[in-house]
């Protein structure tokens, strides 16, 4: 099965997450198919704290795949984000 889930980069107590469309069998920091987007929950005021491709996102959603209940989360926050 085909997931949207974040894959965690960045440096140590410094955590950066990339949203990204992967097999549900692969490694969580492994091989990916499509980087959506990114979220960065130690951001600084001036830099952009959640960042999501919602065309791709809204393509993998109606094709099958499984969004994961922390991007599920996430997403509901950008929408609103974006709303305001």
């Known amino acids: 099965m085909v997931t949207i889930r974040l894959s965690r980069g960045?440096?140590?107590?410094?955590?950066f997450y990339h949203i990204v469309v992967t097999?549900?069998?692969d490694k969580r920091d492994g091989r990916h198919?499509?980087?959506?987007?990114?979220?960065n929950p130690v951001a600084a005021a001036n830099e952009s704290k959640l960042e999501v491709n919602h065309e791709r996102l809204t393509?993998?959603?109606?094709?099958?795949?499984?969004?994961?209940?922390?991007v599920g989360q996430l997403?509901?926050?950008?929408?609103?984000q974006v709303a305001a």
């Not at 198919?33 to 979220?39: A, S």
């Not at 393509?59 to 922390?70: E, F, I, K």
Request: net charge positive; aromatic share 14%.
């Open 59 to 70: 393509y993998w959603l109606s094709v099958g795949a499984q969004a994961s209940p922390r």
């Open 23 to 25: 097999d549900s069998r």
């Open 33 to 39: 198919i499509e980087r959506l987007g990114y979220f």
């Open 10 to 15: 960045g440096a140590n107590k410094r955590p």
């Open 75 to 80: 997403v509901k926050q950008y929408s609103k």
